[in-house]
């Protein structure tokens, strides 16, 4: 089903009908110009999918952009500050893209067909970006966030829910994997790839097809505790898995309107993914390697492992002097480690050298006011949690 | 120094004394645990008694766990994850049904369908409730003071525990009209206190439930109200009072618990049952196992319930003859069976609609209090009720590692069931008896129940007694009632975890705060022996 664009100033996903009638709330959050379903029932459910059996989640809203041509290859090495160079086909690669001052626009995910056809998927609108960041080279980018239809299947039982579905020998599938699977006569891009730490996959399909997949896909999974998974419940899986989301944790570069809040990946923790080595310049190569060799990052982005039960949200971070040296830019409590956790950014060395004495001064809402909570923080790996099913292969089956 | 000592030997290796054992394991004590089963577990146990379907065939639900307990220990590193409930149901022989739904919205719609009042009166009852729970959480981590003795620590506890009932910060204070409440709470019956509030039958009786579960006393007794609460105190990541599953059953609590201990370096001993403290110049200094094995401990916790402890391990030489007879007394008394049951398929329950998120959590089917207190008649004669209340529920809807998909796992929790049996006790017989009842009064809400039956196991209190070693299997080692709990628990005078026996301690949900694979009792008594050994602690337990 082509998506109309003349009625409704928010566009419905081609899952809408279905996403619509699962919904018992009729909550709906704007992504990206669509609506996609907040929460479907409650999100402790939602969220319990994921952990427990297989959450399915809308992702047509994500930008989808398509990169195409003979330097399809060197433009997304050119492009991201990951060395790209051996990447291979089929493969899945996690990504940042910086401006030309090293700051960072967004993460996201690049896939890579062969070398000469790349998408990429990611949070903001970079169309633009992607375009005039291409000139010179001999590429063609399309928008394809309309005209390829996505799903998110998440949770331990998602490998047994695909396969039953008809993704045959799924399970050898590495993470960062994907291939293409026909099934009943339609090709469909299969991704072990995620937003929730966990065993999960991605599914990219033609948007005609989309009604029928998700029928049949509730259908596979009927007896793995299968379940819509709306955006509330993707906000807690992605803390706990510890990834950082755009224009919550730091400000896209493109989006930043105080040039203050603009965020080099050092000081959101992606400094992994800055690869100087990289036979190509890429983007933002030059100011991120002064910044390096200067030692001038200002800020680090950490977990924080939070005492007591009530959620951070928002705190403002404090060393033992009563001193702020910092926010927490998410926080949740959560349901599986039972652990009281946050991602905060702080002012270096607090965060890094300075680890011990930090609080979050925690304003819990009781009933119209709010009592004023200290709590010690430990500083933790950001990733919180990681359990085993998702990096195994063959992944988890239920028979 | 003998063979085969240890820092700490802890006795019974269900979830009280593994909560014990690790929280002094990871404080740096050489801890041993024996236990007389081959599985560990104790009453939280995941056990495949049928092929390719495992039971929780004791325990099978889960919110009295304490986080802090969870998170103090880390236990979602060894696979706890706990699946909260979808809802919860009454089904009614018109046809109709009365549910509770994980959405309080959803649950006032579905009152409002048996009254329009009620479901108003609900938010009332609501907020009561969690009043009462509000007052009694922190209490559950606290050792409870001797209210006779007048040492700093009693005079200071008794100060904190009653500054909780008071407390500004939790709960704004509260006035002698709250004050009033609580006392009344914790003495009325669950009847008494649901009249207060509702008038339709089928709100009240489902309500109700929780406040018999597992008590020998029905829902005209007095004290049955805290029962309730003892249920409903607990919580599923702050949504107090809800109940869920642990996933791949009750058993993953204790596995997960066994991980932590071993990691910190503590070990366990199944086949190895104690049949005796030793004691030396009145001390207790070690345990002598069935099989003949001794082992030698500065500190002795014992994990099993008060009568078994005091009773039958510890002589009765080497305690006072007053303490003796206040065990003597303990009220333990047994009330429930259990049905674990293997099916083929998803049972039709046709009074819930399908799909309906009612039917995902506990089901039921006793329609007045009347009903139920009928019910409790039978027990007193001791007869199985013939119009039991049952909560079951099938925990394979929402947990896809009980049994292969499709195939289900029940659990049905049967009340009452005596453990004296009238008219010459159990037997093999009387017990298939019981269980071909409880499969009948199931059918007839289930047209498809009886054909998808695989295999079942009965469980009577007798079975709860000899094999898990619940004293006439109560489920919460000991009557949740006034006199036999907090500082009344297991006996006034001995509420602190320590016994009359110098160096032998008791962790068992015959302590204070009680009953329920809650894990405080454990990890209070662990609090303890550690500031006996001045062993100095961080954690949510000091």
Not at chain 1, 163 to 169: C, E, F, Q, R, V
Not at chain 1, 293 to 305: A, Q, W, Y
Not at chain 2, 503 to 515: A, E, F, L, R, V
Request: glycine share 8%; charged share 25%.
């Amino acid at each position: 089903m082509a998506i109309d664009l003349r009625y409704s100033a928010l566009k419905k996903t081609p899952f809408h009908s279905r996403t619509s009638l699962a919904s018992r709330t009729n909550h709906w959050y704007t992504w990206n110009g669509f609506t996609v379903p907040t929460e479907y029932s409650t999100v402790e459910l939602e969220y319990t999918a994921a952990r427990n059996g297989t959450s399915v989640m809308d992702l047509t809203p994500m930008g989808k952009y398509e990169i195409t041509g003979e330097e399809a290859h060197a433009f997304s090495d050119y492009l991201v500050t990951r060395d790209l160079s051996e990447m291979k086909d089929n493969t899945v690669a996690y990504i940042i893209w910086c401006n030309e001052d090293g700051k960072v626009i967004d993460d996201g995910t690049i896939f890579k067909y062969s070398s000469n056809k790349f998408m990429l998927c990611c949070a903001v609108k970079i169309y633009n970006w992607l375009n005039d960041s291409a000139e010179g080279f001999n590429v063609k980018i399309e928008d394809v966030t309309d005209t390829i239809a996505a799903l998110s299947l998440q949770g331990p039982t998602s490998c047994s829910t695909l396969k039953n579905y008809g993704a045959i020998g799924l399970e050898s599938l590495a993470p960062f994997e994907m291939k293409e699977f026909n099934i009943d006569g339609n090709n469909v891009l299969i991704s072990r790839t995620g937003f929730t730490g966990d065993l999960g996959y991605e599914l990219w399909i033609d948007p005609k097809n989309a009604e029928a997949t998700w029928d049949a896909i509730f259908d596979a999974g009927k007896h793995l505790k299968i379940r819509p998974f709306g955006m509330n419940a993707l906000e807690m899986t992605r803390i706990e898995a510890g990834f950082i989301q755009t224009n919550t944790d730091f400000m896209a570069a493109e989006d930043a309107l105080r040039p203050v809040r603009m965020r080099s990946p050092y000081e959101i923790g992606m400094g992994w993914l800055v690869h100087f080595k990289k036979k190509n310049y890429f983007i933002g190569k030059k100011a991120l390697k002064k910044e390096k060799e200067m030692g001038s990052t200002e800020r680090c982005l950490v977990g924080l492992d939070i005492d007591g039960d009530k959620p951070a949200h928002g705190s403002v971070i404090y060393n033992s002097k009563k001193e702020d040296i910092g926010i927490v830019t998410a926080a949740m409590w959560s349901p599986t480690m039972k652990r009281n956790v946050a991602l905060a950014s702080l002012r270096r060395p607090y965060g890094i050298k300075i680890k011990d004495n930090i609080f979050a001064e925690i304003y819990h809402p009781e009933e119209i006011e709010y009592r004023k909570i200290w709590a010690k923080c430990k500083v933790v790996k950001r990733q919180f949690y990681s359990p085993e099913r998702r990096n195994k292969v063959p992944a988890d089956l239920y028979e | 120094m003998p063979k085969n000592t240890h820092d700490i030997i802890v006795v019974g290796a269900g979830h009280n004394g593994l909560t014990a054992a690790s929280y002094m394991a990871k404080a740096g004590l050489d801890v041993l645990v024996l236990e007389k089963n081959e599985w560990i577990g104790g009453a939280a146990v995941s056990r495949e008694l049928y092929p390719g379907w495992k039971y929780s065939n004791c325990s099978y639900v889960c919110s009295l766990l304490r986080p802090e307990i969870m998170r103090d220990l880390e236990l979602y590193k060894y696979g706890l994850q706990i699946i909260p409930y979808e809802g919860s149901a009454t089904m009614m022989r018109n046809g109709d049904y009365y549910a509770h739904y994980h959405d309080h919205d959803m649950t006032i719609n579905a009152i409002r369908r048996h009254s329009h009042k009620d479901a108003e009166a609900y938010e009332r009852y609501s907020r009561d409730v969690l009043r009462q729970c509000k007052i009694i959480k922190p209490l559950l981590k606290m050792t409870p003071p001797d209210l006779t003795s007048f040492k700093p620590k009693d005079i200071f506890g008794a100060l904190e525990f009653a500054k909780h009932f008071a407390a500004k910060d939790e709960l704004g204070g509260l006035s002698e009209k709250e004050i009033y409440d609580t006392i009344r709470f914790y003495t009325m019956s669950i009847r008494d206190y649901l009249d207060e509030y509702f008038e339709s039958e089928i709100t009240k009786a489902h309500l109700a439930g929780s406040a018999i579960i597992g008590t020998a006393l029905g829902p005209c007794s007095p004290g049955s109200a805290y029962v309730l609460l003892h249920h409903y105190m607990g919580e599923v990541d702050g949504s107090v009072g809800s109940w869920g599953y642990s996933r791949g059953g009750m058993g993953s609590i204790t596995k997960a618990m066994m991980g932590c201990l071993e990691d910190y370096g503590g070990e366990v001993k199944p086949n190895s049952e104690v049949s005796n403290v030793i004691v030396k110049n009145g001390r207790a200094i070690g345990v002598a196992t069935t099989n003949g094995n001794e082992y030698y401990a500065k500190k002795i916790v014992s994990n099993l319930d008060a009568k078994r402890t005091f009773l039958k391990i510890t002589e009765e030489k080497a305690l006072p003859g007053e303490f003796v007879e206040r065990i003597k007394n303990f009220k333990i008394r047994g009330s429930s069976g259990k049905l674990n049951i293997a099916l083929d398929g998803l049972p039709d329950f046709p009074c819930i609609p399908e799909g309906d998120p009612g039917g995902g959590g506990d089901m039921h089917f006793t329609e007045t209090i009347e009903e139920m207190e009928g019910a409790y008649d039978d027990w007193k004669r001791g007869q199985w009720s013939r119009n039991p209340y049952v909560d079951m529920c099938i925990p394979s809807k929402s947990d896809p590692t009980m049994a292969a998909p499709g195939k289900h796992y029940m659990s049905v929790f049967i009340q009452y069931v005596p453990f004296n049996l009238a008219n010459g006790g159990w037997n093999e017989e009387r017990k298939q008896e019981f269980g071909r009842h409880i499969v009948d009064c199931i059918s007839e809400f289930s047209p498809n129940f009886k054909d998808l039956i695989n295999h079942y196991e009965v469980r009577t209190p007798k079975d709860l007694d000899s094999e898990v070693g619940l004293t006439e299997g109560n489920i919460f080692q000991g009557e949740l009632t006034m006199d036999q709990l907090m500082f009344n628990r297991p006996v006034p005078g001995y509420a602190q975890y320590r016994t009359p026996l110098k160096n032998m301690y008791i962790c068992s949900s015959s302590t204070h705060p009680g009953g329920g694979v809650m894990g405080a009792p454990g990890a209070n008594a662990a609090r303890e022996v550690l500031i006996d050994m001045k062993i100095p602690q961080k954690g949510n337990y000091y």
